[in-house]
């Protein structure tokens, strides 16, 4: 299949995690997904504009290392995994209207080359049958950059995100279901839902693959 030898030809045939030895057709070692399963999907205190937040682990351990390598070492054929995990914990439930990933900082996105919460979003969709917004909703302005920055410093300057001219019409009267690929502060999803509330969203539900603690 040519899927497979697509995936074969990203994902090392060690497990990129911990270097252990991979089963055939799985992506990661059994030692790992261990891991990853025993991993506790947290909801407690959406930030603030967030109706729910669901994340499927702490960041930290496996989920780290895997979110890492994914992101950073642009092992692309990790997203339907993680996609996986961000599926079964956002139990979808008939009250999303709408599933649309969090806007990149775009510096961040032409270095890297691709945009892997976008990816991960359409993973997640095409799993959990949420429509996937069909244009972009809100844009962040600036760099946006979060990164390397304390937590107080990220609460008192979030990042600038806005509603796109186009935005209304199809955020308008819609429960929204935003992804992120971590949460720290809460500092920029609560910023996305203000700006989704401008937009005229009904509501906003986050999920995230990690979570700060
Ligand atoms: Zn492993």
Known sequence: MESGRIIRSLVPSLCPLCRGAVEPDYLVCSSCIGSLNAASVIRDDPPEGIDRVV???G???V???LLAAYKFR???GLAPLIAGYMADA????GQQDLILPMPP???RTWLRGFDPVASLTRAVAAETGIPLASGSVI???GSGRQRGRSRSSRLADPPDIRPVDSAHPIAAGRNILLVDDVMTTGATLSAAACALGLAGASGVEALTFTRRM
């Open 139 to 141: 844009t962040r302005v």
């Open 59 to 61: 960041h930290e351990g």
């Open 63 to 65: 989920a780290r290392e």
């Open 55 to 57: 994340s499927c682990a």
């Open 90 to 93: 956002a139990q979808p439930d």
């Open 105 to 107: 900082a775009r510096l």
């Open 74 to 76: 642009q092992l692309t």
